[in-house]
């Protein structure tokens, strides 16, 4: 894909140049720069580049990167946009591909793989480093695992019982409790774990619940730590 117009946005005059030169020996021949991230968003209206580098931290105000991300995707879902950042942090990197950036670069990576991740955006493709990748999958475990690890013994009775799709009704019957303690319990577990909806309550349930046995064990193990905490 012949890409002729990129919009490079980064407050650091001697990062422009460098990474202009980059572009330019990734075949492009037009490279607009923008010291901010609301001159950026001018030149993008202006003149609608077909690729984006952004950095997420300038001067204007810490990690504004990802307001121009989420500002352009409110108008614009097509156009690629390669974040080049110093933030290795993988929440950081998380909330900038959920923003909808295509691609995250690190300003420490060899210029080659700057280059590599350029191409991959512009082609329509994602990019993001094995080790970035790695690092945001263990992060996002971790962080349902401790979600599921502030569950009450009785949240992870019904959230299990969600995952076998069984209705309030159902689950009330096996719980021996009344529906309105369940659709609360259950409104309880959204909140926690950030669901909105009783499918997406679901989807988390079967997505991180152990197995049967180590749930078992789990609520067994919670009971006798409530047990121990209240003596």
């Not at 952004?54 to 690629?80: C, H, K, W, Y």
């Amino acid at each position: 894909m012949a890409v002729t117009h990129v919009l490079l946005i980064d407050d650091h005059p001697i990062v422009l140049q460098g990474c202009k030169k980059l572009l330019e020996s990734a075949g492009a021949d037009d490279v607009d720069q923008a010291q901010s991230a609301s001159e950026g968003f001018r030149l993008y209206r202006r003149r609608k580049p077909d690729v984006i580098v952004v950095d997420l931290a300038m001067q204007a105000g810490a990690l504004n990167g990802l307001s121009f991300v989420r500002r352009l995707r409110r108008i614009d879902t097509e156009t690629p946009v390669l974040v080049l950042t110093m933030h290795r942090d993988p929440v950081v990197v998380s909330r900038a591909l959920e923003l909808g950036a295509s691609g995250y670069v690190l300003k420490d990576a060899p210029p080659e793989e700057f280059v590599l991740a350029f191409e991959k955006v512009r082609d329509g493709k994602p990019y993001l480093s094995h080790d970035l990748a790695s690092d945001v999958v263990f992060n996002r475990i971790r962080d349902n695992k401790n979600k599921l690890d502030r569950l009450t013994p009785r949240e992870l009775q019904t959230l299990a019982l969600v995952a076998e799709g069984k209705p309030y009704g159902e689950i009330a019957e096996e719980l021996r409790v009344s529906y309105k303690t369940v659709a609360n319990i259950c409104t309880q577990l959204k909140a926690k774990l950030g669901a909105r909806t009783r499918p997406e309550l679901m989807r988390i349930a079967l997505q991180h619940l152990p197995d049967t046995a180590r749930l078992e064990a789990a609520i067994k193990d919670r009971r006798r730590e409530d047990a121990r905490d209240e003596s």
